[in-house]
């Protein structure tokens, strides 16, 4: 009974410091593909990973809108479906940006640092990334090109929507 109690103990331990890639295992390797096979280089700027165990790290980036990740959107299937207003093209590419896109937020210089790990909740789940929060909503052209964002007030939030790609602007 004794053994029983401090074994759950330890699982417990364990368990909490797992990180939804991983739970129960001592072993420090992530079953995700390295994240920067995703990102998108600007410049061939190398950004700040920092590893902390399996699939848990932080990468800081600029507050603007060339941080950002970029998901397909499908109209059958994901946790987040396709507007119908939006663009027929071959990608159908959701946006989630640190800042919202304008002309002045593209020109604008470097705002202070996020991780952008936390900040859109990206995790890995069955050996994919996904993010899964929405700091200026989603954002996506319509069928006029026009730019539009939908859930600003953080309704998508705790939904996963697969990275394809991101991007980081590096700190002033
Ligand atoms: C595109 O459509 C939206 C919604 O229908 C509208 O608000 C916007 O002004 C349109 N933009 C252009 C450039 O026509």
Redesign the pocket.
């Known amino acids: 009974m004794k053994y029983f109690l401090l074994l759950s103990i330890i699982f417990f331990v364990l368990y909490q410091s797992g990180n939804g890639c991983m739970k129960f295992k001592l072993d420090t390797t992530c079953e995700c593909p390295d994240i920067l096979k995703h990102y998108d280089k600007i410049k061939e700027e190398t950004i700040p990973v920092i590893k902390k165990g399996g699939c848990k790290m932080s990468i800081t980036c600029a507050t603007h809108t060339n941080t950002n990740f970029l998901f397909p959107l499908y109209t059958n299937r994901g946790e987040i479906l396709r507007p119908d207003?939006m663009m027929e093209n071959s990608a159908y590419v959701g946006a989630a940006d640190a800042v919202q896109f304008s002309d002045e937020a593209y020109e604008a210089p470097p705002g202070p640092p996020i991780d952008i790990i936390s900040y859109f909740g990206v995790l890995c789940d069955g050996g994919v990334w996904y993010v899964s929060k929405y700091p200026t909503g989603i954002g996506y052209n319509?069928?006029?090109?026009?730019l539009?964002y939908i859930g600003t007030n953080g309704e998508f939030d705790g939904k996963k929507a697969r990275i394809a790609r991101f991007s980081c602007k590096p700190l002033a």
Do not use: A, E, G, P
């Not at 319509?142 to 026009?146: D, I, Q, R």
């Open positions: 207003d319509m069928k006029n090109l026009t539009k």
